[in-house]
């Protein structure tokens, strides 16, 4: 991962060309090669980027200069307000949107589900991705005796049905660099229920536009999400928290002002 930066790097040293350098994982993806390479970076003619808070600190810690944070645009022209008040008699209605691989620790959204039934509320659950764990995560769901409250969609190219679906989007992963899924469910109406992982720090604050606990608990996860099952105002305003965050942090023409500053600034330290 990463050796089109350092190919992009020659090119531009070729070329005698600025150089915008994007890092959208922390320090740890990338091949130790590219990592020692990208030390080489030419400091005047290169502007460093990162999508995340946590990705720009692991990279200036190790490049030892400046890294701007820049994250990834969503697109919120059809995300309207409207969306975010779920008036249903239904179940709860949970959402994974993921690569369904061990990284992604699907399997703790089965057992959320799990939970909640068991408590007394029904619930189902969708599942959009797929992976090499999908066998395993449908062998599971029979375990647990909730197959007919799982649905597995596989890939889908548009998740935005899924989303204005849901109530709750579950990100269980072990690691994300940004996490475009949970932006779009913010955006979406799904409050996002999930732990505390860097990535997802810049957006998701517990209790104001997300529920964030320390770790993965199936047990505090199942007991936040029925308290706010019975509190639907808190619940409202929650999604309201997050839809409006996402249309002030990640519009399009937002992070387009960031870059153009970011090539502004390269361009003048050229001359």
Same mark, same amino acid.
């Given at each position: 991962m990463g050796w089109a930066l350092v190919v992009g790097r020659i /090119?531009?040293?070729?070329?005698? #060309?600025?150089?915008v350098v994007t890092f959208h994982n922390e320090l740890g993806r990338y091949n130790p090669g590219v990592r020692w390479a990208l030390k080489l970076l030419p400091q005047k003619r290169c502007v460093l980027t990162g999508?995340?808070? /946590?990705?720009?600190?692991?990279?200036?810690?190790?490049? $030892? $200069?400046?890294?701007?944070?820049i994250p990834n645009p969503l697109k919120i022209d059809s995300c309207t307000k409207s969306n975010l008040k779920r008036e249903h008699n239904g179940p709860v209605r949970l959402v994974v949107v993921s690569r369904l691989t061990a990284i992604k620790r699907v399997d703790f959204s089965l057992r959320l589900l799990k939970a909640l039934i068991d408590a007394g509320t029904a619930a189902? #659950?969708?599942i959009v991705g797929d992976g090499p764990e999908g066998s395993a995560l449908q062998n599971l769901t029979e375990d647990l005796g909730i197959s007919k409250h799982v649905s597995f969609l596989g890939f889908q190219s548009d998740v935005s049905g899924c989303l204005d679906w849901s109530d709750y989007f579950v990100l269980s992963?072990?690691?994300?660099?940004?996490?475009? /899924?949970?932006?779009? /469910?913010?955006a979406r109406g799904s409050l996002l229920v999930a732990h505390r992982l860097p990535a997802i720090s810049d957006y998701a604050q517990d209790g104001v536009n997300a529920v964030v606990t320390e770790e993965c608990s199936v047990s505090e996860w199942c007991s936040r999400i029925?308290? #706010?099952?019975?509190? $639907?105002?808190?619940?409202?305003?929650m999604k309201y928290a997050a839809w409006r965050l996402v249309r002030e942090k990640f519009a399009?023409?937002?992070?387009?002002?960031h870059y153009a500053r970011a090539y502004d600034g390269l361009l003048a330290a050229c001359k």
């Open positions: /090119a531009a040293l070729l070329l005698r #060309l600025p150089l999508v995340s808070s /946590a990705v720009c600190q692991q990279w200036e810690s190790w490049l $030892r $200069r400046p890294v701007e944070l189902e #659950l969708v992963s072990l690691y994300e660099g940004f996490c475009m /899924a949970a932006i779009e /469910a913010m029925k308290s #706010l099952e019975q509190d $639907r105002s808190q619940l409202f305003g399009p023409d937002l992070v387009a002002q």
